[in-house]
Each structure stands twice: as structure tokens, then as C-alpha cells.
């Protein structure tokens, strides 16, 4: 893919996020991706783009943030050849299960995943729709290694840049679609 289709894939993808102010409470401007999925060609084009990264890398699996994360997660899977791994929020997986518990703004959140979903050794990409403050991406890194895997990036179609997420995630790999 040359670096020109991947210009008008970003441009192309963009033009089919939806801001939606006051979403799910008042202040936040919600980034909707549904436009975004609903387009056969763009949505196609990106998860090719997206899989040109991770050729010759070795990937095992691709674990998919819930839930807007499992649609993008799910199809770069099969296009690089790996497994896909869901991490849900608490009570929601049906086998046996490790936790992290994060802090929000207010209160805690619970993450989960199974204990069998990734292997000592094998090397995984997180994926996500939007990057925030990175807390969630964080605590799915925790999950990750304390199965032994090795996160070799973390993928998210969107980056909220003025939340400063990416300086949580620091001593990982991060790349991001589009930025604001
Ligand atoms: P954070 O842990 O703060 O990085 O929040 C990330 C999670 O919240 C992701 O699963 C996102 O899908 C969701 N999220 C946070 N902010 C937004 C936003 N402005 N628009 C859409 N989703 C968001």
C-alpha cells in the first residue's frame, strides 16, 4: 500500500467519524464510529491498512477492547492470520477468568479475560476504538502480561490527544489512525 492510499484512507475515515456532543453525559463530545462501519469500502480498506503493519511480525493474537473494539479487532485478526481474544467487563466471560480493576474518573471498573486466551511467550496487539486517558488500555496491558504475553503495539482508530493518554502508555507501543 503506498503511502498515498494510506493518506485517503485517513481522509476517508474521517469524514465518517460523527461527533456527538453531550454523549453519554453532558461535556463529553462522543466519537462515533457506526458511520464509519456502515461503509463497506472505507471500514475495508482500513483494516487492510491496518494489517500492513504487522506483516512479518508474529502475531499471535488480537485482543479487542469491549465492545466497539471487538469490530475493529475481530477482522484485522483474520486478515493477519492471528487468533482474536475479547476482554469484557466484569462477569460477562463464561470460563475461568483473571481481573484488573482500574480507577475512573469516579469510582473503579473491573476488566477480564480468559486465563487460557493468550500463551506464555505470544506476542499481541490491543485494539480500541477510541484512546482516552489510556486507563483502559493500560489495565488490558496488565491482563496481557500477566498471562505472559508480550503486547507488540497498542491500536487505536482514534487518539484524544489533549487527554494525554499516550504518556500513561509509555513504555508501549502505540499507534493511532487519527488524531485530535
Ligand atoms: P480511557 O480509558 O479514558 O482511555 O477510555 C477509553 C474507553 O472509553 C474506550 O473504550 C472508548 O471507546 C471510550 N471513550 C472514551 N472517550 C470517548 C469518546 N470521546 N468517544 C467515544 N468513546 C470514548
Redesign the pocket.
Known sequence: MTELEKEKIISDVKKLIRDVPDFPKPG????DIMPFLSDNRTFKNTIKYLASRYKEKNISKVIG?EA??FIIAAPLALEIGAGFVPVRKKGKLPYKTISVTYDLEYGTDTLQIHEDAVKKGENVIIV??????????KAVCELTKKLGGNVSEILMLIE?EF?K?REKLKDYELFSLIKY
Open positions: 463529553i463530545i462522543f466519537k477492547i466497539r473494539g480500541d476504538d477510541v484512546l482516552a486517558t489510556g486507563g483502559t488500555a484524544l487527554l493518554g
